[in-house]
């Protein structure tokens, strides 16, 4: 085996209090940063102990040891590792080695001791080529091609696809050889046998995963008696909430259980057992999964971020183009990137949404309630959880586990953040991923740059394959990159089952939505011819094949642990260029500059692999720019790059703070709200970490308080960039600052395990006060005075903005501001049905009181846990009985099923009228006709149904259209409202019937 120890690593961060300085670092296949034995250590410094080696190797005589452990002195050491020696001397100029190392190497010294100089290489050199993988990859590949080929689409088309894809990465990789790394590579090997009862429990909690979530979307899973109003008993959403997260956490146990098994979590990294219950990241995981999980997709979609993009992904899957978009009746989408809504689609797809023209709700007609919104929002939790779960290592790796756990604490109960995890938007795939990446870096600048990941390996009988932090992260790069090669291969292809037949043809796509093409407010469908024909989706794949390829060549043969998750942190930064454009990639690139240069650590820069990852960022997020540019040339590019991100950075483009002040005060003050209940502590946690650089070691580069104030710089860093980018912008929305919450809650979370380490720190001097140095028992006595007035400076600034939360005054949202923290009208009245202001008092009362008592010092471990329970339960309340009670009023789910139910008794058409919020046509899968202003058009559409025999019309509105509703239908015999004001105060459904 080759561990390797981290030179930097320093001692455990928080040996003072009692707790170790990371979490589980030997999970995802890294090797561990453990003290290491003497036989480790022998071959880090290229000392050889060859008794020791030979007992723990198993190979008798000390020179094969030492040759084994870098030892210098025998004749095989000269010749493979270039040691000193008459022989080293003899294999420099040219001379053959020893007959032992020319035995066994068929190669005269010279020639070995350059094959063995990886350092100099500028590509690692990778193992052998396995021709077999080729097969493989070809047969999955094959399969993804034909389901994106097919005409008719498939109900299980997409997980089909996905098993193609999964098997030709597989294939990939093992054409590579990668899972053949020799022997002294291998940290652990294990039987197939011995993983079939973790892959049961896996296996199991995946698929009763798949099948419930699935019945919930059909609404198998959901009653269709409703409570009072039509909003869903607590009863009813009972199943799904219990047995959803119940399902997924069995999941991750058995994920747990596999990794124990396979060898990356048997230990912890000091090499003693840790079972899963006294893992920090699986409490973390649990609580993420147990407070974001339940509800999630028990409530509707809102207006109008959720339906825009929603309707923009279901036409996706109506339409079977994933390349162009399509937008209800405002035609081509060209405002986002595509991230978001290829999650959303597949998802749909995956979990059986029927997302055909006036299909969404279909399921009412067989006495069910469905719930397409759990398909549409659980790849925003999966991204959600993979950023909180990545954050957390990234701190506990540098500071503590408590430290970690904390700060993924602090973040996960943050309102904003709680509240955009359960929102179908591009911020949280833009920010999540862009997370992800700030958290890899971290850990990569943090990591040794001698450091190799391990291997562990299984033993399937005739086969035998080793696994590690490689696959991870070259696999996640080609199953991203690889089926935007085949898709666009595919737009040459179209293959009919029924008669069975085969068209080539060049590309083209067509526009409008089907089923709905000439409804009023949708264009006739028609077909349409790209604008750059000479950039066809074949030669364009066959770019971005040669720019996957020589990714996989450049990263053919390393397994440095530094740069693997330098790598996995282009791949997060591309995801988040998919997003939301460039910025993805700008904000932690311009992070990584700044922390070079104020940390001057220059050398770092050779080390981030910016060219592999800059091809990284082009095979995986360009694809789709590209193939929108081949097909509708300038004006897409004009309305993306120049109108929704260049123009609104220097103009106000359809932001609504008409009265506001959106100065630099514009997000301090939205941030309060965002960080609720922790806003007292945010301030102080940006400029407490300046106190490390007066601690610091300069002569010492890799102390472990040195780490943690260029830890500290990076995320106040992080924060700084992303305050400053999005207030200077002059287009603003409340959820645009949500780049600077993660943060922001890392460096609170680090300043709550300061808190608690001070006071371990201070019982300690008190117990050994005779011997205490005079200068540390007046720094620890300075440092409590600085908390206690942070304390009440945090119980002050709590208290007025949980005031503002709470308090009804005249012209102020109040209660409606946590939900203005990621909605687009902030001049909606609240529901005079609703009144939270004695709940959210109650909270405000609390979270100051317990920041004042933070004064006393010898209660401020308890209060702490205190305040974090404070903030569990508000995360919980906003989640499962605000965010869920507002909904209603603020989407259109409720109102489409009163059409939708209604109208199984008496049929008749629905017509948006003087509608523009998108959930209208996503609910009624867009079959409706929609009049943005009414008038003539209006009149005259009415009038040809009434010749053709229509009787009766459905009308969803706005209250207040009414009057003008009825008047423009000219008094009809029957004019009723099928919904209420309580049920929804912005929008209702009217049934109107002529003689």
């Given at each position: 085996?080759?561990?390797?120890?981290?030179?930097?690593?320093?001692?455990?961060?928080?040996?003072?209090?009692?707790?170790?300085?990371?979490?589980?670092?030997?999970?995802?296949?890294?090797?561990?940063?453990?003290?290491?034995?003497?036989?480790?250590?022998?071959?880090?410094?290229?000392?050889?102990?060859?008794?020791?080696?030979?007992?723990?190797?198993?190979?008798?005589?000390?020179?094969?040891?030492?040759?084994?452990?870098?030892?210098?002195?025998?004749?095989?050491?000269?010749?493979?590792?270039?040691?000193?020696?008459?022989?080293?001397?003899?294999?420099?100029?040219?001379?053959?080695?020893?007959?032992?190392?020319?035995?066994?190497?068929?190669?005269?010294?010279?020639?070995?001791?350059?094959?063995?100089?990886?350092?100099?290489?500028?590509?690692?050199?990778?193992?052998?080529?396995?021709?077999r993988g080729a097969a493989v990859s070809a047969a999955g590949a094959l399969l993804a091609f034909i389901v994106?080929?097919?005409?008719?689409?498939?109900?299980?088309?997409?997980?089909?696809?996905?098993?193609?894809?999964?098997?030709?990465?597989?294939?990939?990789?093992?054409?590579?050889?990668?899972?053949?790394?020799?022997?002294?590579?291998?940290?652990?090997?294990?039987?197939?046998?011995?993983?079939?009862?973790?892959?049961?429990?896996?296996?199991?909690?995946?698929?009763?995963?798949?099948?419930?979530?699935?019945?919930?979307?059909?609404?198998?899973?959901?009653?269709?008696?409703?409570?009072?109003?039509?909003?869903?008993?607590?009863?009813?959403?009972?199943?799904?909430?219990?047995?959803?997260?119940?399902?997924?956490?069995?999941?991750?146990?058995?994920?747990?259980?596999?990794?124990?098994?396979?060898?990356?979590?048997?230990?912890?990294?000091?090499?003693?057992?840790?079972?899963?219950?006294?893992?920090?990241?699986?409490?973390?995981?649990?609580?993420?999964?147990?407070?974001?999980?339940?509800?999630?997709?028990?409530?509707?979609?809102?207006?109008?971020?959720?339906?825009?993009?929603?309707?923009?992904?279901?036409?996706?899957?109506?339409?079977?183009?994933?390349?162009?978009?399509?937008?209800?009746?405002?035609?081509?989408?060209?405002?986002?990137?595509?991230?978001?809504?290829?999650?959303?689609?597949?998802?749909?797809?995956?979990?059986?949404?029927?997302?055909?023209?006036?299909?969404?709700?279909?399921?009412?007609?067989?006495?069910?309630?469905?719930?397409?919104?759990?398909?549409?929002?659980?790849?925003?939790?999966?991204?959600?959880?993979?950023?909180?779960?990545?954050?957390?290592?990234?701190?506990?790796?540098?500071?503590?586990?408590?430290?970690?756990?904390?700060?993924?604490?602090?973040?996960?109960?943050?309102?904003?953040?709680?509240?955009?995890?359960?929102?179908?938007?591009?911020?949280?795939?833009?920010?999540?991923?862009?997370?992800?990446?700030?958290?890899?870096?971290?850990?990569?600048?943090?990591?040794?740059?001698?450091?190799?990941?391990?291997?562990?390996?299984?033993?399937?009988?005739?086969?035998?394959?080793?696994?590690?932090?490689?696959?991870?992260?070259?696999?996640?790069?080609?199953?991203?990159?690889?089926?935007?090669?085949?898709?666009?291969?595919?737009?040459?292809?179209?293959?009919?089952?029924?008669?069975?037949?085969?068209?080539?043809?060049?590309?083209?796509?067509?526009?409008?939505?089907?089923?709905?093409?000439?409804?009023?407010?949708?264009?006739?469908?028609?077909?349409?011819?790209?604008?750059?024909?000479?950039?066809?989706?074949?030669?364009?794949?066959?770019?971005?094949?040669?720019?996957?390829?020589?990714?996989?060549?450049?990263?053919?043969?390393?397994?440095?642990?530094?740069?693997?998750?330098?790598?996995?942190?282009?791949?997060?930064?591309?995801?988040?260029?998919?997003?939301?454009?460039?910025?993805?990639?700008?904000?932690?690139?311009?992070?990584?500059?700044?922390?070079?240069?104020?940390?001057?650590?220059?050398?770092?820069?050779?080390?981030?692999?910016?060219?592999?990852?800059?091809?990284?960022?082009?095979?995986?997020?360009?694809?789709?720019?590209?193939?929108?540019?081949?097909?509708?040339?300038?004006?897409?590019?004009?309305?993306?790059?120049?109108?929704?991100?260049?123009?609104?950075?220097?103009?106000?483009?359809?932001?609504?703070?008409?009265?506001?002040?959106?100065?630099?005060?514009?997000?301090?003050?939205?941030?309060?709200?965002?960080?609720?209940?922790?806003?007292?502590?945010?301030?102080?946690?940006?400029?407490?970490?300046?106190?490390?650089?007066?601690?610091?070691?300069?002569?010492?580069?890799?102390?472990?308080?040195?780490?943690?104030?260029?830890?500290?710089?990076?995320l106040a860093m992080w924060f700084l960039f992303g305050f400053a980018l999005f207030s200077l912008m002059l287009?603003?929305?409340?959820?645009?600052?949500?780049?600077?919450?993660?943060?922001?809650?890392?460096?609170?979370?680090?300043?709550?395990?300061?808190?608690?380490?001070?006071?371990?720190?201070?019982?300690?001097?008190?117990?050994?006060?005779?011997?205490?140095?005079?200068?540390?028992?007046?720094?620890?006595?300075?440092?409590?005075?600085?908390?206690?007035?942070?304390?009440?400076?945090?119980?002050?600034?709590?208290?007025?903005?949980?005031?503002?939360?709470?308090?009804?005054?005249?012209?102020?949202?109040?209660?409606?501001?946590?939900?203005?923290?990621?909605?687009?009208?902030?001049?909606?009245?609240?529901?005079?049905?609703?009144?939270?202001?004695?709940?959210?008092?109650?909270?405000?009362?609390?979270?100051?009181?317990?920041?004042?008592?933070?004064?006393?010092?010898?209660?401020?471990?308890?209060?702490?846990?205190?305040?974090?329970?404070?903030?569990?339960?508000?995360?919980?309340?906003?989640?499962?009985?605000?965010?869920?009670?507002?909904?209603?009023?603020?989407?259109?789910?409720?109102?489409?099923?009163?059409?939708?139910?209604?109208?199984?008794?008496?049929?008749?058409?629905?017509?948006?009228?003087?509608?523009?919020?998108?959930?209208?046509?996503?609910?009624?899968?867009?079959?409706?006709?929609?009049?943005?202003?009414?008038?003539?058009?209006?009149?005259?559409?009415?009038?040809?149904?009434?010749?053709?025999?229509?009787?009766?019309?459905?009308?969803?509105?706005?209250?207040?259209?009414?009057?003008?509703?009825?008047?423009?239908?000219?008094?009809?015999?029957?004019?009723?409202?099928?919904?209420?004001?309580?049920?929804?105060?912005?929008?209702?459904?009217?049934?109107?019937?002529?003689?």
């Open positions: 085996m080759n561990d390797t120890h981290d030179k930097s690593s320093g001692a455990p961060a928080d040996a003072r209090d009692g707790t170790t300085a990371a979490d589980e670092t030997t999970e995802g296949g890294v090797a561990s940063r453990a003290a290491a034995p003497e036989n480790e250590a022998a071959a880090r410094d290229g000392a050889a102990g060859a008794d020791e080696a030979a007992a723990r190797d198993g190979a008798a005589g000390a020179d094969e040891a030492a040759a084994r452990d870098g030892a210098a002195g025998a004749d095989e050491a000269a010749a493979r590792d270039g040691a000193a020696g008459a022989d080293e001397t003899a294999a420099r100029d040219g001379a053959a080695g020893a007959d032992e190392a020319a035995a066994r190497d068929g190669a005269a010294g010279a020639d070995d001791a350059a094959l063995d100089a990886d350092d100099v290489r500028l590509v690692p050199q990778g193992n052998p080529l396995r021709w994106m080929a097919l005409a008719p689409q498939l109900r299980w088309g997409v997980p089909l696809g996905a098993l193609g894809i999964a098997v030709a990465t597989l294939g990939l990789l093992d054409l590579l050889g990668t899972f053949d790394d020799p022997p002294e590579r291998v940290a652990a090997r294990v039987g197939i046998r011995d993983l079939l009862g973790p892959l049961a429990l896996l296996g199991s909690g995946l698929a009763a995963f798949f099948v419930l979530v699935t019945l919930s979307v059909a609404g198998y899973l959901s009653p269709s008696s409703l409570s009072r109003g039509g909003v869903p008993t607590l009863l009813s959403l009972a199943l799904p909430a219990v047995a959803v997260p119940a399902a997924f956490l069995t999941a991750v146990v058995g994920a747990f259980r596999l990794g124990e098994r396979l060898g990356p979590c048997r230990a912890d990294e000091t090499g003693a057992p840790r079972p899963l219950s006294r893992r920090h990241g699986f409490w973390l995981v649990a609580l993420v999964t147990l407070l974001y999980l339940p509800m999630l997709g028990s409530h509707s979609l809102t207006d109008p971020w959720e339906t825009h993009y929603g309707e923009v992904a279901r036409e996706i899957l109506a339409r079977n183009d994933w390349i162009s978009l399509w937008w209800a009746q405002d035609g081509w989408f060209w405002s986002k990137p595509v991230l978001d809504f290829w999650m959303q689609a597949l998802a749909m797809a995956a979990f059986g949404v029927r997302y055909r023209s006036g299909e969404m709700l279909s399921a009412v007609a067989e006495g069910r309630t469905p719930w397409p919104e759990w398909a549409v929002r659980l790849p925003i939790f999966a991204l959600t959880l993979v950023a909180v779960y990545l954050l957390y290592k990234a701190v506990s790796r540098i500071f503590s586990r408590r430290a970690g756990l904390l700060a993924g604490v602090v973040l996960t109960t943050m309102p904003q953040w709680f509240m955009v995890s359960h929102q179908t938007m591009t911020d949280m795939p833009f920010v999540a991923t862009m997370a992800a990446a700030m958290a890899l870096l971290l850990l990569g600048i943090h990591t040794d740059d001698a450091e190799e990941a391990r291997v562990y390996e299984v033993d399937l009988g005739a086969l035998k394959v080793g696994l590690s932090l490689y696959h991870l992260v070259l696999g996640a790069i080609v199953a991203c990159a690889l089926p935007q090669l085949l898709y666009l291969l595919s737009r040459h292809v179209e293959i009919h089952t029924a008669p069975f037949g085969l068209r080539l043809h060049g590309d083209v796509f067509s526009s409008g939505s089907p089923g709905n093409c000439g409804l009023p407010g949708n264009e006739a469908c028609r077909s349409v011819l790209p604008v750059l024909p000479g950039l066809q989706p074949a030669l364009q794949a066959i770019i971005w094949a040669q720019t996957l390829g020589i990714v996989l060549y450049a990263s053919w043969g390393e397994r440095r642990v530094q740069r693997l998750l330098f790598l996995a942190a282009w791949f997060f930064a591309a995801l988040s260029t998919m997003a939301k454009g460039p910025a993805g990639f700008g904000l932690p690139v311009l992070c990584a500059l700044g922390y070079v240069v104020v940390s001057r650590r220059y050398r770092d820069l050779l080390k981030m692999e910016i060219p592999v990852g800059l091809l990284v960022l082009a095979c995986v997020a360009l694809p789709w720019f590209v193939a929108m540019y081949a097909r509708h040339g300038q004006p897409f590019t004009d309305r993306l790059l120049f109108h929704d991100m260049f123009k609104r950075a220097f103009t106000h483009v359809h932001d609504t703070n008409e009265g506001d002040d959106v100065s630099f005060r514009y997000y301090v003050w939205q941030l309060g709200y965002a960080t609720f209940p922790w806003t007292g502590l945010v301030p102080a946690s940006l400029v407490w970490w300046l106190r490390r650089r007066e601690g610091g070691a300069p002569d010492e580069p890799g102390s472990a308080e040195v780490r943690k104030s260029d830890a500290s710089v990076f287009t603003k929305f409340h959820h645009y600052i949500l780049p600077a919450v993660p943060p922001a809650a890392m460096l609170t979370g680090i300043l709550l395990d300061d808190m608690l380490r001070l006071e371990a720190r201070a019982g300690a001097l008190r117990s050994g006060a005779a011997s205490a140095p005079a200068r540390a028992l007046a720094t620890v006595v300075y440092e409590r005075a600085m908390l206690g007035a942070v304390a009440i400076g945090a119980a002050l600034l709590v208290f007025f903005v949980g005031r503002d939360l709470a308090m009804a005054r005249e012209g102020q949202p109040s209660q409606a501001r946590l939900l203005h923290l990621f909605t687009y009208n902030y001049k909606r009245p609240w529901p005079q049905s609703l009144d939270f202001s004695a709940t959210l008092w109650a909270f405000t009362a609390a979270a100051a009181l317990l920041c004042l008592l933070l004064v006393v010092a010898r209660l401020r471990r308890l209060v702490l846990y205190a305040l974090a329970a404070l903030a569990i339960a508000f995360t919980a309340w906003g989640l499962d009985v605000y965010f869920v009670r507002t909904s209603p009023h603020w989407g259109q789910r409720e109102t489409l099923l009163a059409y939708a139910r209604a109208s199984q008794e008496i049929p008749g058409p629905l017509v948006a009228y003087q509608m523009n919020w998108k959930g209208e046509n996503f609910y009624a899968g867009n079959k409706l006709a929609a009049f943005v202003s009414s008038g003539k058009k209006f009149q005259d559409y009415i009038n040809e149904q009434k010749k053709k025999g229509v009787k009766t019309f459905y009308f969803v509105t706005e209250h207040g259209r009414i009057n003008s509703l009825s008047n423009e239908l000219g008094n009809p015999r029957i004019f009723e409202r099928l919904t209420t004001i309580e049920l929804n105060n912005k929008f209702l459904v009217v049934r109107a019937t002529f003689e």
